[in-house]
């Protein structure tokens, strides 16, 4: 007692004195280190996130437009003659009759006036090479409707269509102040007005004209420095370039030409659309694109100065497309309509005609396949592995090759698949068949190391009252393991099923990347699926088909979450009560 | 401690008399039995004759070999690929580690009663039939029910489960799950019922029931318990048997363990000097 009393200094002291400056810097130190951690996740967490929304608005930003598609709603007139009296309700005769006459005639009643063969021809191309076909399906639904004039919505082509989707170009039109008189309502005219209209345009034109030298000017400086020999020729070519296009900013009062490189110039009189080719203060020459109603004075006020601001040469419709399309939505005959044809029709060469069909029956031909092979087979070696296998050298073997399958590189997949089931068993190329086979294989690992998780999850207990009152090994694990790990299994199999949905190389090399227009009916039919489908439309040089690939994407994507969403479900759903 | 051995082998000796005599009265008549796990030799040379109906209750500190020897019983421990079990245990003087013999079948005459309450994550009733069914107890439906609630009611768990039979058995009480438990594995009309501390995760009014439920079936089963709670090996069994490092100690009526134990070690024990 006395010897504890007389020692409590030592009896007190700690080895760790938390109120040394020491411990107090630990302790900083421990708090700084905490939340720099905490800074690292959160700015990882915003990287992913901006790279995500990115991905994601990009995508959709790109998509949306395909999801719409515009047609021009006219009125066509079906002849009595189209097809013979008596095979009126024979759909392939309806079919099979030549549509483009009637397109011809309705798109020119609808501009009148048109007159030469290659504004024709530019106006017939303003429509798809599909677009009689719901007209054609009218008709077959209602043979009535030959004889009579149909209000029908004709496809437009893709250019025409991405024209009003936003690829087209801003249109600024100013009145005119002075009389305007044209010298004639088609071909090539000259309008001359009373007041110098034309002179900011003429500004404007000779100030880009000099920019145009300058840049020529200073591309052939630059080249000088090089003093290289070979360059010469090249130096010349654009120092006289630069040196005409000097001499016309010189010219005074002569008529300025315009060309495919700058904004395009057009006047709007007496209902017609005449585009400038040359210039002055007081007096145009132009080519008539929509006829003008008549030779007459238009007063000040009631004739316009419209400018296309990109120039002709760096957009997809030329002028008199544009004049057209113009003329036909002020005419209220463009159609927009939610696009149906994307998700019923299969792939086409034509952007607009294409569709993704194919390559969804495509993809759930193989993707059937493959959860016919893999479930099965991964359950029961899950199960097989898991409860009943001996522990050996050769089952540890097994094991471990199972976790390295589900390594390997997809594309040795499908050149095994290339292997064995086409050259080797003969089975038919492109084919969901082989695809749902490669794709079989490259599942089948995740599926067995998702079942075998799933199946260890399972309390022994379960299995040990299954036991305890009598059930066989296997009755226990069939009639009360099984049905546990079941939700677990079902998700491992729906991610790796999603994982399936998206793999694109194993399929290649099976042939499953062809140019397909048919829907498969069948599992030997050649067919694709849709992230083959979005690699081939990638490739293709049509803007319409860069918005094709981002909407198959849009739909991929889809299919993607409600699988994984499915699979999160089932594990909240389902998980654990014991 | 030296002192005690040659009253063990005493026993040991008069073995062969001893099972002549005892072997109508005994239901199980363990031999010479050992277990190893793998390198471990867990269970050492048990022998020992349980008495048919009745209580017998194992007692001894953790690891000392009393949960792996009643898992001989209805040879539980095949399920562990590394259990090797040597020796001989007789059930109605047959030897259940014959070959020939189906160890389902053994299941389904020695039924057990585990450490925490497992049911089967389904109905209560499902939980109760699912034994019967395996098994071909019953010929039809009505039969099947019959015997559910009669197996409940032997249980004492109709009354509290009986407008709940569709209710699934995870979502009774700690107390109840034992008790549908106990219900399970007499359905299939077991003769011997194996408890591996059947208790320890209950609170003392759900063990009291418990204990209840074991006075009336020792009626009709043999009971084997294994518990860590001496009161509870004092309340209920008959005979008891102490086991230490693998070893079957001593084994008697159990007032004599209980109040007369000759073995120092279980003296030890039952004071709570060690374990």
């Known amino acids: 007692m006395t010897d504890i009393a007389a020692t409590p200094p030592v009896a007190l002291r700690r080895r760790f004195d938390v109120t040394s400056d020491s411990a107090r810097a630990r302790v900083r130190r421990r708090y700084r280190a905490e939340s720099r951690f905490r800074y690292y996740g959160l700015i990882a967490l915003i990287f992913t996130t901006i790279f995500l929304v990115v991905l994601i608005v990009d995508i959709v930003r790109k998509g ?3 999801f719409t598609q515009y047609s021009l709603l006219l009125d066509v007139a079906v002849p009595a003659d189209l097809v013979p009296p008596d095979k009126r309700s024979d759909p392939v005769a309806i079919r099979s009759a030549d549509y483009f006459p009637l397109l011809r005639d309705a798109l020119k009643a609808a501009i009148p006036g048109i007159e030469s063969r290659s504004a024709e021809r530019t106006l017939t191309r303003l429509l798809s090479t599909g677009a ?4 054609t399906s009218m008709i077959v639904a209602d043979p009535s409707l030959i004889g009579r004039t149909v209000k029908a919505p004709l496809l437009l082509s893709a250019n025409a269509d991405l024209y009003f989707k936003g690829a087209g170009t801003p249109i600024i039109m100013r009145p005119g102040r002075g009389i305007a008189t044209p010298s004639g309502t088609t071909g090539e005219i000259t309008v001359l007005t009373s007041a110098n209209d034309f002179v900011d345009e ?17 591309e052939a400086d630059r080249l000088q420095r090089f003093g290289s020999a070979t360059l010469a020729d090249r130096i010349k070519e654009l120092r006289d370039e630069a040196a005409a296009y000097r001499a016309r900013v010189d010219q005074p009062k002569v008529d300025e030409e315009l060309d495919a490189k700058l904004p395009s110039l057009l006047v709007d009189i007496n209902g017609g659309l005449v585009k400038i080719t040359k210039l002055s203060d007081i007096r145009i020459t132009g080519e008539v694109l929509l006829p003008l109603k008549s ?4 007063k000040s006020g009631d004739w316009k100065i419209v400018t296309y601001t990109i120039p002709e040469s760096n957009r997809k419709a030329t002028d008199q497309e544009v004049a057209f399309l113009e003329r036909f939505r002020e005419l209220g005959k463009v159609d927009r309509q939610f696009n149906w044809m994307f998700f019923v029709a299969g792939d086409s060469r034509e952007p607009e005609l294409a569709g993704i069909r194919g390559a969804i029956v495509g993809s759930a031909l193989t993707l059937f396949i493959t959860l016919a092979l893999c ?10 592995l898991e409860e009943f296998a001996a522990k050996n050298r050769l089952t540890d073997l097994i094991e471990v090759n199972i976790n390295n399958l589900a390594a390997v590189p997809s594309i040795v997949f499908g050149l095994l698949g290339l292997a064995m089931f086409l050259n080797f068993f003969g089975l038919p190329r492109s084919a969901p068949l082989v695809g749902g086979l490669v794709l079989a294989l490259l599942v089948l690992p995740t599926i067995i190391i998702a079942a075998r998780a799933a199946l260890k999850a399972v309390p022994p207990s379960i299995k040990e009252a299954a036991l305890g009152v009598g059930a066989s090994h296997q009755q226990a694990v069939f009639h009360h393991i099984l049905p546990l790990a079941m939700p677990g299994i079902m998700t491992g199999t729906i991610i790796g099923m999603a994982h399936a949905l998206g793999e694109t190389a194993p399929l290649l090399m099976i042939g499953m990347v062809a140019f397909i227009v048919d829907v498969p009916k069948s599992f030997t039919d050649a067919a694709t699926v849709l992230p083959v489908q979005i690699y081939l439309w990638s490739d293709l040089p049509e803007p319409a088909f860069q918005y094709k690939t981002a909407a198959a994407i849009m739909v991929l994507l889809v299919f993607l979450f409600v699988m994984n969403g499915l699979a999160i479900w089932l594990r909240r759903r389902f998980e654990r009560r014991w | 401690m030296n002192m005690e051995m040659p009253v063990q082998r005493a026993f040991s000796a008069e073995e062969a008399a001893m099972v002549a005599s005892d072997r109508k009265a005994a239901k199980v008549v363990a031999r010479g039995v050992n277990v190893y796990y793998g390198e471990k030799h867990s269970l050492k040379e048990v022998s020992v004759d349980i008495p048919d109906r009745g209580v017998m209750a194992f007692i001894g500190p953790s690891g000392c070999g009393k949960s792996t020897f009643l898992r001989c019983i209805n040879r539980m421990n095949d399920t562990i690929p590394i259990a090797k079990v040597t020796g001989k245990i007789e059930i109605d003087g047959q030897d259940i580690y014959d070959p020939a013999l189906d160890v389902v079948q053994l299941r389904a005459r020695v039924g057990m009663v585990f450490q925490k309450p497992n049911p089967f994550p389904k109905s209560v009733f499902e939980n109760i039939a699912y034994g019967p069914r395996i098994h071909g ?3 039809s439906k009505s039969e099947l029910e019959e015997m559910v609630v009669s197996s409940l009611k032997r249980a004492g768990l109709f009354e509290e489960v009986k407008d709940r039979l569709q209710d699934s058995g995870t979502s009774l009480s700690g107390g109840q799950q034992q008790r549908l438990c106990i219900a399970r594995a007499i359905a299939v009309e077991p003769e011997i019922i194996l408890m591996d501390e059947p208790c320890s995760a209950l609170d003392p009014i759900a063990t009291a029931r418990i204990e209840e439920l074991m006075e009336e079936l020792k009626q009709t089963y043999t009971i084997v318990i294994v518990t860590h709670s001496m009161q509870q090996a004092a309340r209920v069994s008959q005979r008891t048997a102490f086991f230490h490092l693998g070893s079957l100690v001593e084994e008697g009526p159990t007032e004599v363990i209980f109040n007369n134990p000759r073995d120092q070690r279980t003296q030890d024990y039952i004071t709570g000097r060690f374990g």
């Not at chain 1, 030779?295 to 238009?298: D, L, S, T, W």
């Open chain 1, 295 to 298: 030779a007459a004075e238009a």
């Open chain 1, 202 to 218: 003429l500004v404007s034109i000779k100030n880009s004209l000099a920019a145009r030298a300058r840049e020529l000017s200073s």
């Open chain 2, 137 to 139: 107890l019953a010929r």
């Open chain 1, 375 to 384: 479930l099965p087979i991964g359950v029961l070696a899950a199960i097989y």
């Open chain 1, 64 to 66: 949306l437009p395909a």
């Open chain 1, 132 to 135: 009689a076909d719901r007209l």
